[in-house]
C-alpha cells in the first residue's frame, strides 16, 4: 500500500521515507518524475511508486541538506 499522496493543485507528491528510525515527510516535483523517469500526470504516483528504490536515498540526501523545520523537496536537478 502506498503511502503517496497526490497534491495535484501543486504539482508535487507526498511521501515518507524513514532514516536512522525518523519519519521523514517529502516532496517531489511533477517535473522532477516526467523529466527523468517518463511519468506523465496520470501516472505519478504510479511512477514514484515504482521508483522508490532510486528516490527513497535522494530524498533522504536531499532531508539532510535541508534546515530543520524545512520542507524537503526532491527537485529535477536533484535526481
Request: hydrophobic share 40%; charged share 20%; glycine share 8%.
Amino acid at each position: 500500500m502506498t503511502n503517496a499522496i497526490n497534491l495535484k493543485d501543486s504539482h508535487l507528491i507526498e511521501f515518507s521515507v524513514y532514516s536512522g528510525g525518523q519519519r521523514i515527510i517529502c516532496f517531489i516535483r511533477y517535473e522532477a518524475l516526467k523529466d527523468h523517469l517518463g511519468a506523465t500526470s496520470g501516472s505519478v504516483v504510479d511512477v514514484l511508486e515504482a521508483n522508490r528504490g532510486c528516490i527513497d536515498p535522494v530524498a533522504i540526501r536531499v532531508a539532510n541538506r535541508t534546515p530543520d523545520g524545512g520542507h524537503v523537496i526532491v527537485e529535477t536537478s536533484d535526481l
